[in-house]
């Protein structure tokens, strides 16, 4: 009985080895790693924003719907809990992300007004906190193009025969990934629409 259960176990032990378990095991880390990165980059932004806000206030007829913007768009971003298991629940995850583009939307027409303010363009505490901002975002960007590869690998592992057999005995869903509402809008110039005349520049 003994070797019968010691068989059963030597070929339990190398069905695993060769049915993706580890590889699964690594994967799986791996997208965990790579969106922790993106939350850290997106936490990065989200502390930055106050310190802009505060500067522009600053700025004597500043469009306030533009700042007021900004400002409901980052309390709705960082009211979404960002937890690993966002990733394997498909309308968190969709929410998370529009609450995140609706924030990028937001902070790009913000730096787009202030343009048309010569004081804010010559205040060095706001362009350094704009070249933040711009570093930030450029990582955002780095970050989540190596979740949506980590994703990618992992989602192959998963679909993929004999693997998708062990993804199943084992509970490993399919984890959503970033995607583009509507690519065609990638292609298309945002239209930037001031609502009137530059104000003048201070003397």
Not at 15 to 36: H, I, M, P, V
Request: glycine letters at 4%; hydrophobic letters at 40%.
């Amino acid at each position: 009985m003994r070797i019968v259960l010691q068989a059963l176990l030597a070929a339990l032990l190398l069905a695993l080895t060769g049915c993706g378990y580890n590889e699964f095991q690594r994967l799986d880390e791996q997208t965990k790693s790579a969106w922790s990165e993106v939350l850290n980059q997106y936490q990065r932004r989200a502390d930055l924003i106050p310190n802009v806000v505060a500067t522009v206030k600053g700025e004597t007829n500043f469009e306030q719907e533009t700042l007021t913007k900004v400002v409901e768009a980052r309390a709705k971003a960082t009211s979404i809990q960002a937890t690993p298991e966002l990733v394997n629940n498909p309308e968190a995850f969709q929410k998370f992300q529009a609450a995140q583009g609706e924030l990028s939307g937001a902070l790009s027409r913000l730096l787009v007004v202030s343009e048309n303010y010569p004081q804010l363009k010559a205040n060095q505490a706001f362009q350094d906190l704009r070249a933040q901002l711009e570093g930030t975002e450029n990582r955002i960007t780095v970050a989540r193009g190596r979740f949506v590869k980590a994703v990618q690998d992992y989602n192959v592992l998963t679909r993929s025969f004999p693997t998708n057999l062990t993804a199943m005995l084992f509970s490993y869903p399919v984890k959503q990934n970033f995607t583009v509402a509507d690519e065609k809008s990638l292609a298309t110039p945002p239209k930037v629409d001031f609502g009137g005349p530059a104000p003048a520049a201070s003397r």
